[in-house]
């Protein structure tokens, strides 16, 4: 026995359910983010202000800890 079922006579959709995936904006963007270079993309922290800086102090904290033991 498989684990496959097919439903060959199903219900075509409901009008609201094929107009609630009609989006031309979000097909475009994904194509846009799908075929754009990784190289050419920001990093992934960069996109969001608040982690950038927690990125940022973080780094800056390890570098004070790692001068003040070295002296």
Do not use: C, W
């Not at 199903?10 to 075929?35: M, S």
Request: aromatic letters at 16%.
């Amino acid at each position: 026995m498989t684990k496959y079922k097919f439903n060959i006579n199903q219900q075509d959709p409901g009008e609201d359910q094929i107009n609630r995936h009609k989006d031309f904006k979000k097909l475009v963007h994904d194509y846009e983010k799908a075929t754009k270079p990784l190289y050419k993309s920001p990093l992934i922290f960069y996109k969001n202000r608040k982690v950038f800086l927690v990125v940022l102090i973080l780094a800056v904290l390890i570098y004070i800890i790692v001068e003040f033991f070295q002296n």
